[in-house]
């Protein structure tokens, strides 16, 4: 039987980091966190870190990768991790890492992204191609464009070439893609897939805190046409929420059908925690707009577990810690290989 003290749990100083060291020393690993230069404050005051490891800058990973292998650890990535590390260099990565790595690819291209839910029967967003085929409300979202920056909605083909214009010949906005505006509210759910009981859990939801989206409400409509607000989707925390309990049935089994059919497309399918990212209509329609397959910060309210962990688990269970749970015993049954990819 494998012994957890032969391994630490790392991961990079952002993001959903305090989770996952105060999960990981929870269930009794000795955790290191590799922090930005001046931003290793929160993981120092909180201690969640027996070790940290700093750099100038997270894309220097590559430097300080030996002392992680040196020392047995198992990266955890979370959702930032790729965006630091760069998509491209993360098939590069030795070091013993939580997850599979292949289903990024499926993840981070919007086409991909498509076909994979799509083939799991989830309800999506109607795309147009071209502006001209423009027959409802749209979000236009360009491509990489972070945080929602610049995203615009347009009612017409006309209203899209009128506020286009601000945009035109602006470098990273010539691709864009159109998709339907859903009106209804946001939902964010908190799935983990564990590869070694071969059950899926519902371990939360939020709904994001987005400047200046969750801030226009606050004048009045007269306000916001006369000074010309554009909407914009900075993250900049999250809050909480509980579902009508009625919709529960659906969306376990949105997971569990997503789950299936990323066994189709990539060895090892996806595991561990992931998120649906959608809206929910007056009917009750869940659309998903995106899929997160690592763990999201939307899961940092429930650092002492969510209500519906506490059902589970009598016990506080952050989705970090149930990630190093699942290490743990992927260890102790000597099956830590299925957990890695
Ligand atoms: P940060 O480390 O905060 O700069 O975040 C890196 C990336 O992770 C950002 O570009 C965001 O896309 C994503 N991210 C960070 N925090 C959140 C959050 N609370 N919710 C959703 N995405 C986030
Ligand atoms: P994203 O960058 O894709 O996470 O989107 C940023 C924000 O835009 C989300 O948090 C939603 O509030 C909103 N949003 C994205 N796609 C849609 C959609 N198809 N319909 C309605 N709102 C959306």
Not at 178 to 192: C, D, L, N, R, S
Not at 323 to 329: E, P, S, V
Request: hydrophobic share 35%.
């Amino acid at each position: 039987m494998g012994n957890i003290k032969d391994y630490k749990i790392a991961t990079l100083g952002s993001h959903t980091a305090l989770q996952i060291l105060k999960g990981a020393k929870d269930e009794g690993f000795e955790t290191i966190c590799i922090c930005e230069k001046g931003k290793g404050k929160p993981y120092q005051s909180y201690e969640v870190a027996d070790q940290i490891i700093m750099v100038d800058s997270f894309k220097d990973y590559f430097t300080i990768e030996d002392q992680l292998i040196k020392q047995n650890a198992i990266i955890v990535p979370h959702g930032s991790f790729v965006a630091y590390i760069g998509p491209s260099k993360m098939m590069e990565v030795k070091a013993m890492h939580y997850g599979t790595k292949a289903i990024l690819e499926w993840e981070s291209d919007r086409m991909k992204e498509r076909q994979w839910l799509l083939s799991a029967n989830i309800k999506l967003p109607k795309v147009f191609k071209t502006p001209e085929e423009i027959d409802c409300p749209v979000i236009v979202k360009f491509h990489g464009a972070h945080g929602g920056k610049g995203y615009f909605i347009a009612n017409s083909a006309k209203e899209f070439y009128e506020r286009y214009e601000v945009y035109k010949g602006k470098e990273g906005h010539d691709k864009y893609a159109i998709q339907e505006y859903v009106v209804g509210v946001p939902v964010y759910t908190h799935y983990f897939y564990s590869p070694l009981t071969g059950e899926l859990e519902v371990m939360g939801f939020d709904k994001r805190y987005e400047s200046n989206a969750d801030s226009i409400g606050r004048i009045a409509a007269k306000d916001q046409v006369d000074v010309d607000i554009r909407t914009t989707y900075t993250i900049t925390g999250n809050v909480p929420l509980v579902v009508r309990e009625s919709l529960l049935p659906e969306i376990f089994e949105m997971g569990q059908r997503v789950v299936e059919a990323s066994k189709k497309l990539v060895k090892g399918g996806l595991f561990g925690p992931f998120c649906l990212e959608g809206i929910i209509d007056p009917e009750l329609n869940y659309s998903v707009f995106e899929i997160s397959a690592r763990i999201v910060a939307g899961t940092n309210p429930y650092i002492n577990g969510s209500p519906y962990t506490w059902l589970k688990y009598n016990e506080p269970m952050s989705t970090g810690r149930r990630l190093a749970r699942d290490i743990k015993m992927a260890i102790e049954q000597d099956r830590l290989s299925e957990v890695l990819g």
